[in-house]
């Protein structure tokens, strides 16, 4: 259960609708592509754009939660947090998000995706913060062998593009309980 003096906090947070963000993002790709702009910039890997990637992501995730598991609009909110990255908000409530990424493997091949649910074990994060992990890279992913530890949150969510053009997304959990595979088309 969320204490009162959280939702109190979260109440207060200016959330944004995910598909309005991307689609706005997905206007700026369309004029960075005219340009010769570094690799780094155009994926927002530098420091000062690592907000822009961590606010995309969240807004991926919950558009695709919105539109394939609860079925209504989830908003989010980007919170620099010990224990998470954003807030959602939806007819149901708040939860708080910590988001993870499996990096393309240009940044770092050695990573799977274990590893990454491994370390969860280790954060310090509250039994109802909700865990999404951005699968960024071309992988095949074997949903059976993905091994899940006794962790402390409340749920855990792989999303990721399944095309090179980065329009058809899946969304597959909750990890922790009966997970299902989801799939969604980014906004147009």
Known sequence: MVDRLAIK??????????????????????????????????????????????????????????????????YFAIVEN????????????????????????????????????????????SHNTVIAIHVNRQVRLEFDKIEIPDLNVAEVWLFGGTSPDRLQWFLYGDLCSNPQLYSFEYPN
């Open 9 to 74: 906090e979260w109440s207060k947070l200016k959330y944004q609708d995910p598909k309005i963000v991307l689609l706005k993002l997905k206007e700026l790709e369309i004029i960075a592509s005219n340009y010769q702009i570094d690799m780094k910039v155009r994926n927002f890997r530098t420091n000062s754009l690592k907000c822009y990637r961590e606010g995309r992501e969240a807004a991926i995730f919950c558009y695709g939660m919105g539109k394939t598991v609860v079925h209504t609009p989830v």
């Open 82 to 125: 010990a224990d998470y990255d954003c807030v959602t908000r939806c007819k149901y409530g708040f939860t708080p998000v910590q988001i993870k990424e499996l990096v393309p493997e240009y940044l770092n091949p050695t990573k799977d995706l274990n590893q990454i649910i491994a370390e969860l074990k280790k954060y310090p994060v």
